[in-house]
């Protein structure tokens, strides 16, 4: 069962700033979350990651409030090409034996 | 630039047929993985292989079998295809460290008539 809740869709401006909401609420102490995007006829595509802080790329960054229960993505400044699925999940196990739980996915709409 | 390739992109096959969908990786990445995507339940993990003749059971193995016989390929079959199985199969990989950072090939939208 997936351990995420995202919205099914959004919508956002171009060039506006994206932030894409994921409750986890069930999340555990050494639990990651994760968040990878699928445009359209593509494979999933990695953003970013992160357990307690708060992480930053060059994609997107991650904001973890301080419970872990929920987290939000942000794409500083959205284009058309960023739309896509994004998908809020949770990394479980250790070793060769971790795994992705994967939720449905929120579809962001970037709009001209 | 990393590469994760899938043999086909679109393939159509009949009931009770064995079917093979071939994933190779040019990472040299030690872990693998074959999900299936369907519309309202997302991805779930069929099979995984962490090493070289190596698989463990997903979430949903049943109807499935893999091979991986050499680092860099992965093979989910399907011994008697039938039409539950009509789906789109993603291959990955990723390195055998902590990291999750999995490569996704472009998907096979397999058709079981």
């Known amino acids: 069962d997936a351990k995420t809740t995202q919205p099914t869709s959004m919508d956002c401006a171009e060039g506006r700033a994206a932030n894409l909401p994921c409750n986890h609420s069930?999340?555990?102490?050494?639990?990651?979350v994760y968040w990878y995007r699928q445009i359209h006829s593509q494979g999933p595509q990695y953003i970013i990651h992160g357990l307690k802080n708060n992480e930053t790329n060059e994609m997107a960054s991650l904001i973890i409030t301080e419970d872990r229960k929920s987290s939000t993505l942000i794409l500083p400044h959205a284009t058309l090409r960023d739309t896509a699925v994004y998908y809020c999940i949770v990394r479980v196990g250790a070793g060769n034996n971790r795994k992705l739980i994967w939720g449905l996915g929120t579809s962001l709409a970037v709009n001209p | 630039d990393v590469k994760v390739t899938q043999s086909s992109r679109y393939l159509v096959k009949r009931t009770g047929e064995k079917v093979f969908l071939e994933c190779v990786q040019d990472m040299d990445h030690e872990n693998m993985f074959w999900y299936r995507q369907d519309p309202g339940l997302g991805l779930r993990l069929i099979y995984f292989?962490?090493?070289?003749?190596?698989?463990e059971k997903g979430d949903i193995p049943e109807g499935y079998s893999v091979s991986r016989e050499k680092k860099e390929r992965f093979s989910l079959i399907l011994e008697s295809a039938s039409t539950n199985q009509t789906s789109m199969y993603l291959c990955?990989?990723?390195?055998?460290?902590?990291?999750?950072?999995?490569?996704f090939g472009p998907g096979t939208r397999l058709t079981v008539l």
């Open positions: 069930t999340i555990s102490g050494n639990e990651y």
């Open positions: 292989s962490y090493d070289v003749k190596m698989k």
């Open positions: 990955a990989s990723r390195t055998g460290i902590s990291t999750d950072t999995q490569y």
